[in-house]
């Protein structure tokens, strides 16, 4: 978004910290699809929802490595879940 032309409110939807947001969000909603059919155990699940965050500096440096966006993110987000990140998405 063109910083000038853009109502701070609108802003905010277009920062990496808004994408990576709602990446997340999705990423949890998956989790708690495969929950209910029984492909996540629970204390996978309870991992998930209490770890899952990222951290966009991370992020950026993951990225420069493995020149993925999607990857770098999930990597991250892994790193703070532990063991049962694996089964996120």
Not at 2 to 15: A, C, D, F, N
Not at 41 to 57: G, L, M, T, V
Request: proline share 2%; charged share 30%; hydrophobic share 40%.
């Amino acid at each position: 978004m063109i910083e000038r032309y853009t109502l701070p409110e609108m802003g905010k939807l277009w920062t990496d910290q808004a994408k990576y947001q709602s990446w997340l969000d999705v990423e949890l909603a998956a989790c708690e699809a495969n929950y209910s059919l029984n492909k996540i155990p629970q204390e996978a699940i309870n991992d998930i929802r209490q770890k899952a965050s990222f951290n966009e500096k991370r992020i950026l440096e993951i990225e420069k490595e493995v020149k993925h966006d999607v990857i770098a993110f999930l990597t991250n987000v892994n790193e703070k879940v532990g063991a049962s990140g694996r089964l996120i998405h």
